[in-house]
T-cell receptor, first 118, second 107 residues
Framework: DVKVTQSSRYLVKRTGEKVFLECVQDMDHENMFWYRQDPGLGLRLIYFSYDVKMKEKGDIPEGYSVSREKKERFSLILESASTNQTSMYLC?????????????????FGQGTRLTVV | KQEVTQIPAALSVPEGENLVLNCSFTDSAIYNLQWFRQDPGKGLTSLLLIQSSQREQTSGRLNASLDKSSGRSTLYIAASQPGDSATYLCAVPRLTFGEGTQLTVNP
């Protein structure tokens, strides 16, 4: 059974704290994604990684950074948490189109982390 | 930039009805399209992935079709059940999402 696991289901942090959200996948996928989801705004891409140590900014990267030191792990970092970063954070992974998967790049999501910054 | 639109934004139907959810995209140069389901407060669950070489995919009561030339996909749900109540989202590469259709199936 394919699995994307996010380290926390619920998290409460204080303004100004440095926050780490961890995501691990066990499917040997090349691609990993971080989104945030807010009511009325849909899913917004924060960062995308297509390989170890490789990353691309998404639509809303401000205030966030990412780390991908190993293929299976993709971390989202809030350098100095603010209340407007209170949100549901979702991690996903998928194979690369260049892999044996070809066009069958089915993506899988973790269970989400509900982050509250107070 | 690819834009994905889902219509309707919300849908409420009685149990047993067959229904169609719509997804349209502006750039037809896609190699697949994926449909997801999301329950409140949860992550997304993959339902179906249609590759560009396919016209449709079926899983149980779900059938998804893809027409690249017109930039459209539909998700057909047969004999809807209250357990089908959720938000349904479509995505095109690289995981660009529509805003979803919130479905409520009433007993």
């Amino acid at each position: 059974d394919v699995k994307v696991t996010q380290s926390s289901r619920y998290l409460v942090k204080r303004t100004g704290e440095k926050v780490f959200l961890e995501c691990v996948q066990d499917m040997d996928h090349e691609n990993m994604f971080w989104y945030r989801q807010d009511p009325g705004l849909g899913l917004r891409l924060i960062y995308f990684s297509y390989d170890v140590k490789m990353k691309e900014k998404g639509d809303i990267p401000e205030g966030y950074s990412v780390s991908r030191e190993k293929k299976e792990r993709f971390s989202l970092i809030l350098e100095s948490a603010s209340t407007n970063q209170t949100s549901m954070y979702l991690c996903a992974s998928s194979p690369s189109r260049l892999s044996p998967a070809g066009d069958n790049t089915e993506a899988f999501f973790g269970q989400g982390t509900r982050l509250t910054v107070v | 930039k690819q834009e994905v639109t889902q219509i309707p934004a919300a849908l409420s139907v009685p149990e047993g009805e067959n229904l169609v959810l719509n997804c349209s995209f502006t750039d037809s140069a896609i190699y697949n399209l994926q449909w997801f389901r999301q329950d409140p407060g949860k992550g997304l669950t993959s339902l179906l992935l249609i590759q560009s070489s396919q016209r449709e995919q079926t899983s149980g009561r779900l059938n998804a079709s893809l027409d690249k030339s017109s930039g459209r996909s539909t998700l057909y749900i047969a004999a809807s059940q209250p357990g089908d109540s959720a938000t349904y989202l479509c995505a095109v590469p690289r995981l660009t999402f529509g805003e979803g259709t919130q479905l409520t199936v009433n007993p």
